[in-house]
């Protein structure tokens, strides 16, 4: 008999009656002020898609993309004069806002963020009263949100999906060891045709102790290289898998396989035209035209140069009710697990996508843009 095909955007799977991992306080209690209907259990989990070429149709159309960053007043004058205070987490990579809500923002200081956030990767924001409707609001400023076929979202919410470590290990038991998923460097989607530019994640429930995400720069990363090994990889690309796994439809019995895309190994960023390395660990499989050992050589040298220089790092402590917005396009992010499940850990979270990647040889390096390069780099 042959197998059944499976709609991947199915929306009427019957839900649990009841909250059998028990929801933290305080998530219970964001939710429910925001009206998310619990009653048919939380979170709502999508039939999972089984086959590849249902997930390459979801998005397999280009689409305009404008960043709201390239229409952004460059002085940021709006955002910055309107906050209480704006601190630089590192010299390259991180800033935190303090005294502004995200959900009241106007239009200009959307715009405005969207550049910071280009220009330091990754902003942050405390104390942030912001329901899941307004953070998917607010996502739709900087792209088309991506809904994931399979993975758990807040009901009637699609593109506002769950982050709830709990309920992953129900699946994918995690311990000290081998440490549960986003513990990893990794970016977000990068098998898309056009892949996640902004993500925001509003943690409602952290750990009090350990629980730290972080981040490292992709502009620091890109020149940390010789100008002469830049040479090696600008223009080249290379193959980025999906973190799922489909069957082929013609041959289900021949195994698991990942949706591909070919992007290039450095991108340039539409609002700084900036250059800035793109690849991942988790994700980045070949690059395209060399051999297996080439690649793997190659590969494994830059991912080292991502991960092993802790100057283009940033590391967050979390606190209750933190939103966090970082770019993809520039980034690779890690989640500590390190509080190891033994308290609890809850978040929303939305992601825009943005540009089909892509690279322009004449695009300057961060450093070459702020004059920051001095004499013995170029050496």
Do not use: C
Not at 45 to 59: E, Q, T
Not at 307 to 329: A, C, G, M
Request: aromatic residues 8%.
């Amino acid at each position: 008999m042959a197998p059944i095909a499976i709609d991947p955007i199915i929306t009427d799977v019957v839900q649990p009656k009841r909250d059998t991992l028990g929801l933290p306080p305080d998530s219970r209690a964001r939710l429910e002020k925001a009206g998310i209907d619990l009653s048919a259990g939380y979170p709502y989990r999508p039939a999972k898609p089984l086959y590849l070429d249902d997930i390459y149709n979801i998005r397999n159309q280009e689409r305009e993309h404008v960043d709201p960053g390239s229409r952004a007043d460059p002085e940021k004058k709006a955002l910055l004069f309107a906050a209480k205070e704006v601190i630089h987490l590192t010299s390259h990579i991180g800033t935190e806002i303090v005294g502004l809500q995200l959900k009241d923002l106007t239009d200009q200081q959307k715009d405005e963020l969207g550049l910071l956030i280009a220009e330091r990767s990754v902003v942050f924001f405390r104390d942030q009263d912001i329901s899941p409707q307004q953070q998917k609001t607010l996502g739709e400023w900087y792209g088309e949100i991506e809904v994931h076929p399979q993975v758990p979202q807040v009901p009637g919410l699609p593109g506002v999906t769950v982050i709830w470590p709990a309920l992953q290990a129900t699946e994918s038991p995690a311990h000290f060891r081998k440490p549960g998923g986003a513990s990893r460097w990794h970016t977000d989607l990068v098998h898309e045709k056009q892949p996640a530019g902004v993500t925001h994640l509003h943690n409602d429930t952290v750990p009090t102790l350990g629980g730290d995400t972080l981040w490292a720069s992709g502009y620091g990363a890109y020149e940390k290289l010789s100008p002469e090994f830049r040479k090696i990889i600008d223009g080249r690309t290379a193959i980025y898998r999906s973190a799922h796994p489909y069957l082929d439809r013609k041959n289900p019995e021949g195994g698991p396989k990942y949706l591909e895309r070919e992007h290039p190994l450095v991108r340039v960023h539409p609002a700084t035209g900036w250059k800035a390395l793109w690849v991942n660990r988790a994700m980045t499989d070949r690059i395209v035209g060399l051999d297996k050992a080439e690649s793997d050589l190659i590969l494994g040298y830059l991912f080292d140069v991502f991960e092993r220089n802790v100057d283009i790092q940033v590391r967050f402590k979390w606190t209750p009710r933190t939103s966090v917005l970082w770019d993809n396009r520039i980034t690779i992010h890690n989640a500590s697990w390190d509080y190891e499940g033994n308290e609890p850990r809850h978040g929303t979270r939305v992601t825009a996508l943005a540009e089909k990647p892509y690279f322009d040889p004449k695009a300057p390096t961060r450093r070459e843009a702020l004059g920051l390069v001095s004499a013995l780099e170029l050496a």
